[in-house]
């Protein structure tokens, strides 16, 4: 009896079965995915991750990007013709009258070896004066490790910008702090060791000497970069260019080919200009005569410049040749030619706050959140500049209710109002 009630429940469970059509079970499966949308959606509502960002002062700028093209009071410098010829300045650098701005030598090996004799008495001279100041060094090794971090940050840029005098110097420095921490920590440096290995390499090399010197009849500023354009464009009247004499040279520029037929440049002037047409729309703030900043895009280069002409233009004019003037100088500056510049015209200081964490308060006033020990706090303030991606908060350290240093502002989170409590 045991074995017929079994085969009657199987019977049964498999008729039950076969009367469950596809076409229900596809509906059903269907509605649990459906519930478990509905359930997950309504957690994500209930359920935000609070997300923050760091209260800290920047500086924005308005500016205006232009095409600039870099005009100098500069002449080349020839060769003379015979022999290897090797500049004994770096770019940048000043140069007087009658100065050597270049070695001759009869072959590049003993230009090789003469730049060889040089490095080493540099060394000696280094290590004679590391010697004898060795008793009266800095114990401070925190201040040395800041030295060192510092002066490898200055190597870097220097690389960037390609500015090898400024390399050199900040790899002598690097060497020099490096060698110094080894003292500082205790480490044993025999120095009288170096010092005579140098005087006999000094010593095999001491007969090598350049054949002749180059040398400039005017005082100026040498740079080993020649780009085809120098002495093209008219320095003495560029205040009075028009827009079409610019653009021309700016094509002129952009077609030039390097000689290398050439030793270097002599820059006469410390003075010298950007010039770059741009929209009247944009002078709004800006006059003839500022003193403002310009960025040379890709890379981390700002000039002082000076306003000279062009923010003054007639009503109705579309266009105007901004010319710009600048008296800074380096191995970079002389290889310019055309820039991508930024025209920082006006600069706002504060907290950059991003628009999503900008709400508007009970007051009708503009407000961010702070999150404090888990609790949300108002913070509000003035906005002193804003574009429709962020607004700068001005940093108002006697109004308690303003943002403050390293605040957590709050860019993302649900149902913010002061007081709340996030755990």
């Known amino acids: ?57 920047t500086t924005v700028y308005e500016t205006i990007s232009a095409k600039a093209l870099v005009i100098r009071d500069e002449q080349t410098i020839g060769d003379t013709g015979g022999g290897i010829t090797v500049p004994c300045i770096s770019d940048g650098e000043k140069v007087s009258k009658d100065g050597n701005i270049a070695m001759t030598f009869n072959s590049s090996e003993e230009a090789k070896q003469y730049s060889d004799l040089q490095t080493l008495h540099s ?14 060094l800095n114990t401070d090794i925190a201040t040395i490790d800041r030295e060192i971090i510092s002066d490898i940050n200055s190597y870097v840029l220097a690389s960037a910008q390609g500015d090898i005098g400024s390399l050199s110097k900040n790899s002598d420095e690097i060497n020099d702090k490096l060698t110094r921490r080894q003292l500082i920590i205790g480490e044993n440096i025999d120095f009288s060791v170096i010092i005579t290995e140098l005087q006999a390499q000094i010593s095999a090399l001491s ?43 700016i ?12 030793l270097g440049k002599l820059i006469n002037n410390f003075k010298w200009y950007f010039c770059c047409v741009i929209p009247t729309d944009n002078l709004e703030s800006i006059n003839d005569g500022d003193a403002l900043e310009v960025a040379i895009k890709g890379s981390d280069k700002v000039l002082k410049c000076t306003v000279e002409s062009g923010a003054d233009v007639s009503l109705g004019q579309e266009e105007t040749l901004l010319i710009l003037s600048s008296s800074e100088m380096d191995g970079a500056i002389t290889s310019m030619r055309l820039e991508d510049i930024e025209i920082r015209y006006s600069d706002y200081t504060g907290f950059k706050i991003p628009s999503e964490a900008i709400h508007i308060n009970e007051d009708g006033q503009k407000c961010v959140y702070a999150l404090i020990a888990n609790q949300v706090r108002e913070r509000t303030g003035d906005i002193v500049y804003s574009t429709k991606d962020y607004a700068i908060f001005e940093y108002d350290a006697e109004n308690s209710d303003s943002i403050r240093m390293y605040d957590q502002i709050i860019t993302k989170g649900k149902d913010l109002y002061d007081g709340k409590i996030y755990s």
């Open 1 to 57: 009896m045991a074995d017929e009630k079994n085969i009657s429940v199987r019977e049964k469970l498999n008729n039950t079965s076969d009367k469950i059509k596809p076409d229900v079970l596809a509906i059903v499966i269907v509605s649990l995915l459906v519930i478990g949308y509905i359930i997950f959606e309504a957690y994500s509502v209930t359920h935000v991750e609070v997300q923050t960002i760091t209260a800290t002062q």
């Open 251 to 262: 094509e002129q520029a952009a077609n030039a080919e390097r000689s290398d037929a050439r």
């Open 123 to 136: 060394q000696l001279d280094y290590y004679l004066d590391l010697q004898s100041k060795s008793a009266g």
């Open 207 to 249: 007969n090598v000497a350049p054949t002749s010197f180059i040398t400039t009849d005017k005082s100026g500023i040498f740079s080993s970069y020649v780009d085809g354009c120098e002495g093209m464009f008219d320095y003495e009247n560029v205040k009075e260019l028009d827009i079409d004499t610019v653009n021309s040279y």
